[in-house]
């Protein structure tokens, strides 16, 4: 199996950043796109940022300017920087790679985090 894992998320006052971290382990071979989510308390679960396997990035008009996303394959690795962060940010925030081809079991779709809490004070 494979395993993601968040790491980064934390407390941060409204305008301050954080970067968050999620790396795949196991036999891994490439990973096809990588996502970030997130989820506020009573909320649907929100898509974040976007990143595909040749680099290019897709973000949602609340986040655009603000966050960056960004990988690294040769770590399997995703990473979300935030920056002028706001309290309508505060929520659960969750790394997704939609395909990713193994070294012994092929395909695995659908993987995802455990997520990491982000907490923006106004």
């Known amino acids: 199996q494979v395993h993601l894992v968040e790491s980064g998320g934390g407390l941060v006052q409204a305008g301050g950043s954080l970067r968050l971290s999620c790396a795949a382990s196991?036999?891994?071979?490439?990973?096809?796109?990588m996502r970030w989510y997130r989820q506020a308390p009573g909320k649907q679960r929100e898509l974040v940022a976007a990143i595909t396997s040749g680099g290019s990035t897709n973000y949602a008009d609340s986040v655009k300017g603000r966050f960056t996303i960004s990988r690294d394959n040769a770590k399997n690795t995703v990473y979300l920087q935030m920056n002028s962060l706001k309290p309508e940010d505060t929520a659960v925030y969750y790394c997704?790679?939609?395909?990713?081809?193994?070294?012994?079991?092929?395909?695995?779709?659908?993987?995802w985090g455990q997520g990491t809490q982000v907490t923006v004070s106004s």
């Open positions: 997704n790679a939609d395909k990713i081809a193994t070294l012994t079991r092929g395909w695995i779709l659908d993987s």
């Open positions: 196991g036999s891994i071979y490439s990973i096809n796109a």
